[in-house]
C-alpha cells in the first residue's frame, strides 16, 4: 500500500511594510506589533530549546 507524502505548506516570505506613508502613530503601533511578534517567536524558540534539552538530557542518560 502506497502512501502518499505528508506535505506540509510552507509560510509565505515575511515582506516589510512600506513605512515612508505611515504616520508617528501608526508607526508606534507596527512597532509594538512587532516587539510583540518578536517576543512571542522568543517564547517558541525557548519552549523548543528547553523541550530539546530535557528530551537530550533523557537520552543520554
Partial sequence: M???PI???RE???TPRVLDDMSVDALNH???QLEE???RVRGAI???T???SKADS????
Fill in 12 to 14: 509565505q516570505e515575511w
Fill in 37 to 39: 511578534e518578536l517576543e
Fill in 50 to 52: 528547553d523541550y530539546l
Fill in 2 to 4: 502506497d502512501e502518499d
Fill in 7 to 9: 506535505r506540509i505548506p
Fill in 58 to 61: 533523557l537520552f543520554k542518560s
Fill in 30 to 32: 507596527y512597532a509594538q
Fill in 46 to 48: 525557548h519552549a523548543k
